[in-house]
């Protein structure tokens, strides 16, 4: 069987990748937001990094009909 993902989420996702500079990783408001949530409830024993997210404005995408809030995230020291 072959899946392909499809719709405004997958576009969105691709459209960060584009617009990311070497090595850097773009995000939108809400994953951010989910992020911490989980972070906060995690009891995995994996220890999770710290991540510190940067915001970079809002930026404007094709096929994307709203600017979108962006935030580059990075691991702290």
């Known amino acids: 069987m ?3 993902a499809q719709g405004h989420t997958t576009n969105l996702a691709a459209r ?3 617009a ?3 090595g850097e990783v773009l995000t939108i408001a809400g ?3 989910a992020a911490l949530g989980a972070i906060k409830t995690y009891q995995g024993e994996v ?3 710290r991540l510190s997210f940067k915001p970079k404005g809002q ?3 094709k ?3 709203e ?3 962006v935030l580059s995230v990075a691991t702290k020291s």
């Open 31 to 33: 994953t951010h937001q």
């Open 67 to 69: 600017p979108i809030q």
């Open 63 to 65: 096929n994307v009909a």
């Open 20 to 22: 990311a500079g070497g």
């Open 2 to 4: 072959n899946y392909t």
């Open 16 to 18: 960060l990748c584009s």
């Open 59 to 61: 930026m404007h995408f």
């Open 47 to 49: 220890k999770i990094p």
